[in-house]
């Protein structure tokens, strides 16, 4: 099993800046893609961005694109969502996502092999 713990939600002013963090519990999720997803009320999940295994490719939803950074550390089991220009439209719970193929974070009709619980990010006009 896979354990998937996220960190770095919060209250910040649209303009700010937030870095997410998801460290996966088991070494084995080293090789999976992962990647963040969004939700906000009465609205569906939304893809956000997404890693493949050793960074050889990052992918990112048309509303985050050129604001949003995805990145993985050394050991591969932690990745990082960096935050900047934030707007109020990007008020949501974050939830890190972690699957063996890259198809199972922006395939259609697969899903990812383990979700973590989710931190709040709040944006102020």
């Known amino acids: 099993q896979v354990h998937l713990v996220e960190s770095g939600g919060g209250l910040v002013q649209a303009g700010g800046s937030l870095r997410l963090s998801c460290t996966a519990s088991?070494?084995?999720?080293?090789?999976?893609?992962m990647g963040w997803f969004r939700q906000a009320p009465g609205k569906e999940r939304e893809f956000v961005a997404l890693?493949?295994?050793?960074?050889?490719?990052?992918s990112y939803g048309d509303s985050v694109v050129g604001r949003f950074t995805i990145s993985r550390d050394d050991a591969q089991t932690t990745v990082y969502l960096q935050m900047n220009s934030l707007k109020p439209e990007d008020t949501a719970v974050y939830y890190c996502?972690?699957?063996?193929?890259?198809?199972?974070?922006?395939?259609?009709?697969?899903?990812?092999?383990?979700w973590g619980r989710g931190t709040q990010v709040t944006v102020s006009a």
């Open positions: 996502a972690a699957g063996s193929t890259s198809r199972k974070l922006v395939g259609r009709t697969e899903q990812p092999d383990y």
């Open positions: 088991v070494s084995a999720a080293a090789t999976y893609a």
């Open positions: 890693i493949t295994w050793e960074s050889a490719s990052r």
